[in-house]
């Protein structure tokens, strides 16, 4: 049976290696993208780990390639080391086609001097980690004059691991006339920052297994009415029940979202609050915190919350019904975003049930009602504990510190895997890196006995 790839432009010896591969039918992501991006057009795919990704830019920059003229004409950048060394290997599968292709992974916590002599050599493709690749940039042992084709594997990963920065750094080194493949599983706005700037009027793939019909299709709404003495109660009732790993609590006033912090926390849950009486420092560490998915509740105003962007939000809930039925609208919509299911609960006494009405009008459908009773039998249930842990390190970017170290301490000098690091932050004089909870304890001490950038650093758990 002759494989699907069969109608794509590929020479007869890409196909026949395909078919050895065994690759015989085009995953979903691979038969929307390919015609598009083998055509020469920017492509931003919305992928994730597992859907075919690698083929569906691996087969576009390999049919660029000329194999005869020895220059790096192709760079891919992943997250991880470990992203990257299976992306290279699939690639190496891929190019079995032409003879002599040399792919080159460059990744920190390698050493860099095997790195430097295989530069010297010569490469037609490397993939690399944004920090590693930058590095060799810089000094002159990694030309990219040539490049054709660049993509950037898991972008919204890269960015929430601090690696905005980096990126530019090296797409400022890449030839204008080139061909820019932007694969993400989510498309938050720091992806669109980058797709806007460095890329030439781009096709978009999106795929999603079922289309949602009107703007809050995917998101649940659920009102529940409470009395005014159960309201903060009732919150944390419905944490239990429902145990979102992350939610955003939205209070009309600053003194409710003071009781109800307290009140999540005398419950051992991890909420902080956001309002217009924090200082900038003491912001900043919230919204790092809860970004990085080390903080399971924040409870905020709406003020506070403006241009406030977290990606996989779980759940928001309403404390206080809003006044205004576009603050509504805007407040459930930060759940459910990027083809997500999000959760969205609002508590209304019956002074709010006007709100409630005009509301219900404005979206044109009756509103899903519960009794707060259903809830009570998940009164007894653990408290929430989130994902992750925060380790704040004293340094920043005017220590030179970038988030290529604090990855290279992590995972190369303590050996934690890199999936177990999650978002890492830096500002002007202090950073931030987001670990497992199970590993927080051995890395906030692996941390403080040793070195990064070679020199020892004061860390706290945040």
């Not at 049976?1 to 196909?15: I, V």
């Not at 459930?332 to 609960?345: E, F, N, S």
């Not at 050996?415 to 978002?423: L, M, N, S, T, Y």
């Amino acid at each position: 049976m002759a494989s699907d790839f069969a109608r794509l432009p590929l020479p007869p010896a890409q196909l026949a290696n395909l078919q050895a591969l065994g690759y015989e039918r085009m995953t979903p992501i691979q038969a929307a993208s390919l015609p598009l991006s083998l055509a020469g057009h920017d492509l931003i795919a919305q992928a994730k780990t597992g859907s075919g990704k690698t083929a569906a830019f691996g087969l576009p920059l390999l049919a660029r390639l000329e194999v005869r003229r020895f220059a790096v004409q192709a760079l891919v950048l992943c997250p991880t080391r470990e992203l990257a060394d299976q992306v290279a290997g699939e690639l190496r599968r891929l190019a079995r086609a032409e003879d002599n292709v040399k792919v080159l992974t460059l990744c920190g916590g390698s050493p860099i001097q095997p790195q430097l002599a295989s530069l010297a050599h010569g490469a037609h493709l490397v993939v690399g980690t944004p920090g590693r690749v930058l590095d060799h940039l810089s000094r002159g042992s990694l030309d990219l004059g040539a490049l054709n084709t660049l993509v950037l594997d898991e972008a919204d990963r890269m960015l929430d691991m601090g690696f905005a920065d980096d990126i530019k750094e090296v797409l400022r080194h890449c030839p204008a006339q080139r061909q820019t493949l932007l694969f993400s599983a989510t498309y938050p706005e720091g992806v669109q920052a980058l797709a806007t700037r460095f890329m030439r009027q781009p096709k978009t793939v999106t795929l999603s297994e079922k289309t949602p019909t009107g703007a809050h299709a995917q998101i649940r709404q659920v009102f529940i009415e409470v009395a005014e003495t159960e309201r903060l109660h009732a919150v944390g009732l419905l944490l239990k029940h429902h145990r979102p790993v992350s939610t955003l609590a939205f209070c009309n006033t600053k003194q409710q979202c003071r009781d109800l912090v307290a009140v999540l926390q005398a419950q051992g849950m991890a909420a902080l609050e956001l309002h217009g009486d924090l200082d900038q420092r003491d912001r900043d560490q919230v919204l790092v915190r809860f970004a990085n998915r080390s903080c399971s509740v924040l409870v905020a105003t709406d003020v506070a919350a403006r241009g406030l962007d977290i990606a996989q939000l779980e759940a928001v809930i309403n404390v206080d019904i809003s006044p205004e039925v576009e603050v509504h609208t805007h407040r459930i919509g930060r759940t459910g975003r990027a083809g997500q299911t999000g959760l969205a609960v609002s508590l209304a006494s019956l002074d709010e049930m006007g709100r409630v009405g005009r509301i219900e009008h404005a979206q044109g459908w009756a509103f899903e009602w519960q009794p707060l009773a259903e809830l009570q039998a998940a009164d007894n249930a653990a408290p929430l504990q989130p994902p992750m842990v925060t380790l704040q390190i004293l340094g920043g970017r005017k220590e030179k510190i970038r988030p290529g170290d604090l990855l290279g301490a992590l995972t190369k000098d303590l050996g934690f895997p890199g999936d177990q690091i999650g978002k890492i932050s830096i500002n002007d004089f202090s950073s931030y890196v987001a670990v497992a909870r199970e590993i927080a304890p051995q890395a906030l001490a692996g941390l403080s006995r040793g070195k990064v950038k070679g020199r020892s650093v004061k860390v706290r758990a945040l």
